[in-house]
C-alpha cells in the first residue's frame, strides 16, 4: 500500500517567492491534516480538512499561507510571499476518520532564504 | 486547554536495557493518546494508540504503553531496547469529536552499545 505522498523532499527558495506543497493522501482516508515542525515550536497542527472541506485552520500562522483539498486524493499547501522563518518542515498525514490514527508523510524540508 | 508534556528531552540507555519514555498530558474529557516514532528525516509511525477499555495497550516494535487516568500519564515502555530504537519519540493527545491532535516536545533516545 503506497503511504502518504509529498512532494517536493526538499525545497530552497528565495524570499519572496511562492511556495506550494503538495500532499497525496492513502486512498480511503476522509481526512487530510497538515503539520509544520520546527525545533523552537515543535509539532504544530496548520489546518486539516474532512472529506474534502477546511474543519480547523486556526494553526494557520497568517495570510500568507492558504491550503486547499480540490479532491479526495490531493492537497496543497501554500506560502506566498514566502519568509525565512517559514523555514520548516512541513508534514501532511491523513486518516480513515477524523478521530482515528493519523499516517505521515515523510515531509518537505522548506528552506527561505 | 489540552496539553502535553514530556518531561524528558534526552534520554540515553544501554542496549537491552529497559525504557520507560514518560507522558503527562492534561484534558478534560477521556483522552485518545497515541505514541509515534520519528527517525531521522522521515515522517512519524504510529507506535500505539489509547482509546478505551484495557489500560495496558501493546503496540509496534515490542513497545507497550499504560494509560493510568489518575496520574494523566501514558508512559511508554520496553522490556529491552535495541539499537535500531534510537529516535524520537512524541506523545500526543486528541478527542474522540475532532481530528485535532497535540504533541509533546518530543523525547530523544540514544542507544548505547
Known amino acids: 500500500d503506497a503511504g502518504v505522498i509529498q512532494s517536493p523532499r526538499h525545497e530552497v527558495t528565495e524570499m519572496g517567492q511562492e511556495v506550494t506543497l503538495r500532499c497525496k493522501p492513502i486512498?480511503?482516508?476522509?481526512?487530510l491534516f497538515w503539520y509544520r515542525q520546527t525545533m523552537m515550536r515543535g509539532l504544530e497542527l496548520l489546518i486539516y480538512?474532512?472529506?474534502?472541506?477546511?474543519?480547523?485552520d486556526s494553526g494557520m500562522p497568517e495570510d500568507r499561507f492558504s491550503a486547499k483539498m480540490p479532491n479526495a486524493s490531493f492537497s496543497t499547501l501554500k506560502i506566498q510571499p514566502s519568509e525565512p522563518r517559514d523555514s520548516a518542515v512541513y508534514f501532511c498525514?491523513?486518516?480513515?476518520?477524523?478521530?482515528?490514527?493519523?499516517?505521515f508523510g515523510d515531509g518537505t524540508r522548506l528552506s527561505i532564504l | 486547554a489540552q496539553s502535553v508534556t514530556q518531561p524528558d528531552i534526552h534520554i540515553t540507555v544501554s542496549e537491552g536495557a529497559s525504557l520507560e519514555l514518560r507522558c503527562n498530558y492534561s484534558?478534560?474529557?477521556?483522552?485518545?493518546l497515541f505514541w509515534y516514532v520519528q527517525s531521522p528525516g522521515q515522517g512519524l509511525q504510529l507506535l500505539l494508540k489509547?482509546?478505551?477499555?484495557?489500560?495496558l495497550v501493546q503496540g509496534i516494535k515490542g513497545f507497550e504503553a499504560e494509560f493510568k487516568r489518575s496520574q494523566s500519564s501514558f508512559n511508554l515502555r520496553k522490556p529491552s531496547v535495541h539499537w535500531s530504537d534510537a529516535a524520537e519519540y512524541f506523545c500526543?493527545?486528541?478527542?474522540?469529536?475532532?481530528?485535532?491532535?497535540?504533541f509533546g516536545q518530543g523525547t530523544t533516545l540514544q542507544v548505547k552499545p
Open positions: 489509547y482509546f478505551s477499555g484495557d489500560t
Open positions: 500526543a493527545v486528541g478527542s474522540g469529536n475532532t481530528g485535532k491532535l497535540i
Open positions: 486512498s480511503g482516508h476522509n481526512s
Open positions: 484534558y478534560g474529557a477521556t483522552p485518545y
Open positions: 480538512f474532512n472529506n474534502n472541506v477546511p474543519i480547523d
Open positions: 498525514a491523513s486518516s480513515f476518520k477524523e478521530n482515528q490514527p493519523q499516517h
